[in-house]
């Protein structure tokens, strides 16, 4: 469907099933902190009946107010009339990328996020500098004093969400197949994620761990690069697909007769960040192909997929409590507290919320502590927090107050940006606790705490 300022802007009769009753207001992130009715699921449905109606025009003012939605779905979850206001902003988003209705400021910054975030060398040639910097007084003192707000508030952002950067995240030497460790039970293939293999390699490299250990052989293809959800959520389809085709293509060139991964075909393809998870398995209509549908058809969050196969006898044996700050392991007298962020493209994306809890119940000793609003959007949200990083940053204080009150002693996040963004709240707020990924906690357990 082509961009048109004064006609329909999604397929018609998909905002037919909305009879405006207000439910999905309370759920709503951009409503939570700019408290207008255009800023709202219910107020944009509203603006594209009036458009398509010829009663409104879609020009840069109107397409602010979507371009204020974060794309979290929590409306779809929240919505007693089954109003799919997911199809209805990925059908939108595509013609918000007319160059009419954003500043040459703001095309040009996403155009550099789109050249960089999903393609790990040319992101590792840009951080590079930047390892002398990150998580040193260096990067204190320059925060503390301000010296970051003198480059704008997208460059700011962008510098608060840096974490320290680990050396693996400089280097992709992981073997093509890491085997089973004793009888094989499955054999899958992993997506890596360009944004989590460059800021938190220790998730990669736990869901490793726990995969071999639970008797899953792992197939990883060389100079995989990024699956296309951060251009996807920005409604840049051609971009995505050139990412999704060149990602299975990456697949397809390991396993076969003669190809490093063996002949051997996949029982699942797993990824660790839901928000890759939630691009990945829309595959099949994103490239409305038959190779997108049947790659779509096997992907599945490690989390899902754990709880659904089960973890096997020997890894659920060497389960130990986890330590407490203090060194102390935790017991059933004091057991160690952990508070689930439930991640938006998980939750309310791929319908996902009891596999993680039972992962981590089958921890000894721990005892999940649920958010207030955990079903609210923490402002993440793909290049949200970066393209609009004032209603991002106070969703982020929402979320870490609401994290913190829990009293848990951990936060635990499935999805990068999440996590990023979670613990740059959590420090600004003085109570800076560790934010994990639960198989990085599984791990954790058997190795022995």
């Known amino acids: 469907m082509s961009a048109s300022p004064t006609g329909a802007v999604v397929p018609a009769g998909i905002t037919d099933p909305c009879v405006h009753c207000g439910f999905c207001l309370p759920t709503c992130a951009s409503y939570r902190v700019l408290a207008t009715e255009m800023d709202s699921p219910r107020g944009r449905i509203h603006a594209l009946k009036a458009i398509e109606a010829g009663e409104l025009t879609l020009d840069a003012t109107v397409a602010s107010h979507f371009d204020s939605c974060l794309g979290c779905f929590a409306c779809v979850t929240a919505c007693p009339s089954g109003v799919r206001y997911d199809q209805l902003i990925e059908a939108a988003r595509p013609q918000l990328n007319a160059p009419e209705l954003r500043s040459p400021a703001q095309r040009a910054f996403r155009r550099t996020l789109f050249s960089l975030l999903p393609y790990p060398a040319r992101l590792r040639a840009v951080l590079a500098p930047l390892r002398a910097y990150a998580g040193t007084p260096l990067q204190a003192m320059a925060r503390r004093t301000g010296l970051t707000r003198l480059f704008g508030p997208q460059i700011e952002a962008m510098e608060r969400l840096l974490p ?72 840049e389809l051609e971009h995505t697909r050139t990412l999704a085709r060149d990602l299975i293509a990456r697949f397809e060139a390991v396993i076969g007769p003669g190809r490093p991964a063996g002949p051997e075909p996949l029982d699942a393809v797993l990824v660790a960040a839901s ?164 198989v990085q906690l599984l791990a954790r357990s058997a190795a022995g705490g």
């Open 164 to 235: 320290p950067l680990a050396p693996e995240a400089f280097r992709d030497d992981l073997p093509v197949v890491v085997p089973a460790r004793g009888e094989r039970r499955q054999r899958v293939g992993l997506v890596l994620g360009c944004v989590q293999r460059l800021f938190d390699p220790a998730v990669n490299a736990a869901a490793l761990e726990v995969l071999s250990a639970n008797g899953i052989e792992v197939v990883i293809p060389p100079e995989q690069g990024c699956c296309g959800a951060v251009t996807h959520h920005q409604g």
């Open 275 to 438: 928000g890759c998870g939630h691009t990945l398995k829309h595959y099949g209509a994103i490239l409305e192909e038959e190779s997108g549908g049947s790659f779509a058809a096997r992907v599945a969050d490690i989390q899902e997929y754990l709880d659904r196969v089960g973890l096997s006898e020997g890894f659920a044996a060497s389960l130990r409590p986890l330590r407490h700050a203090d060194g102390q392991a935790a017991t059933a007298e004091r057991p160690l507290e952990l508070a689930y962020h439930d991640a938006c493209h998980m939750l309310h994306g791929q319908g996902l919320r009891e596999p993680p809890r039972s992962l981590l119940g089958r921890i000894p000793h721990v005892r999940l502590r649920e958010a207030t609003e955990a079903g609210v959007c923490c402002g993440s949200a793909g290049i949200y927090n970066l393209v609009q990083p004032e209603e991002a940053a106070e969703l982020g204080r929402i979320k870490a107050a609401d994290l913190a009150g829990t009293g848990a002693a951990i936060a635990v996040s499935a999805n990068i940006g999440c996590s990023l963004q979670i613990r740059r709240h959590l420090e600004e707020s003085g109570r800076p606790l560790p934010v994990l990924h639960p």
